[in-house]
């Protein structure tokens, strides 16, 4: 059964950092892209960043360009989210996801997610 | 950007009737690679993450409910449930997977009337 389990999401002040780690397992993560999504408490949801398999293309939203850092570490099956700068709209869940890859090919569509981890950004 | 636009917001449907989300993206979501169409739709219900239920705009994922399908390309999609069940109470996303970066569309909330 494949699992995605967020953790690392707190409380932070504006112009903190956090660091969300995303374990894998029932998988073969070494050969999956990953992404990251939010969502704003009542909002829907926003495509964040992903990474491909052996962490080496990124890609990444505008409002997190040059804050965020997504990366991986293969040998432990976890994803990892690296939050600088924090400001106030933030403040959302933080869900990672995984591509479909089949045959080595994989396609940007979602189909395991975690269940969360919540980020809040206030003074 | 894709920008993805679904209709409408929010919506009220007795149960076993039928309900029809519409999604529609500013250019093509039609690969030239495969000719398929790079549209997923996924269910959220309150305090779960969400659930893919489409895939490449019509494939429905295993163990979803055949009263759940989806049409459309190019630009204009629809995800149809043929006999509103009192589970499908949720939210409902498009997203497009055509390029980065990936967008959704901005959602839109099932519940019965």
């Known amino acids: 059964e494949v699992q995605l389990v967020e953790s690392g999401g707190g409380l932070v002040q504006p112009g903190g950092s956090l660091r969300l780690s995303c374990a894998a397992s029932?998988?073969?993560?070494?050969?999956?892209?990953m992404h990251w999504v939010r969502q704003a408490p009542g909002k829907g949801l926003v495509w964040v960043s992903r990474?491909?398999?052996?962490?080496?293309?990124?890609s990444y939203a505008d409002f997190v360009r040059g804050r965020f850092t997504i990366s991986r570490d293969n040998a432990k099956n976890t994803l990892y989210l690296q939050m600088n700068s924090l400001r106030a709209d933030d403040t959302a869940v933080y869900y990672c996801?995984?591509?479909?890859?089949?045959?080595?090919?994989?396609?940007?569509?979602?189909?395991?997610w975690g269940k969360g981890t919540t980020v809040t950004v206030s003074s | 950007d894709i920008v993805m636009t679904q209709s409408p917001d929010s919506m009220a449907v007795s149960l076993g009737e039928r309900a029809t989300i519409n999604c529609k993206s500013s250019?093509?979501?039609?690969?030239?690679?495969?000719?398929?169409?790079?549209l997923a739709w996924y269910q959220q219900k309150p305090g779960q993450p969400p659930k893919l239920l489409i895939s490449w705009a019509s494939t429905r994922e295993s163990g979803v409910p055949e009263r759940f399908s989806g049409s459309g390309s190019g630009t204009d999609f629809t995800l149809a449930i043929s006999s509103l069940q009192a589970e499908d109470v949720a939210d409902y996303y498009c997203q497009q997977y055509y390029i980065t970066p990936i967008t959704f569309g901005q959602g839109t909330r099932l519940e019965i009337k």
């Open positions: 029932g998988f073969t993560f070494s050969s999956h892209w």
């Open positions: 990474l491909n398999d052996d962490g080496t293309r990124t």
């Open positions: 250019q093509s979501v039609l690969h030239s690679s495969n000719n398929k169409n790079r």
């Open positions: 996801a995984k591509y479909y890859c089949s045959g080595g090919d994989c396609y940007g569509y979602m189909d395991a």
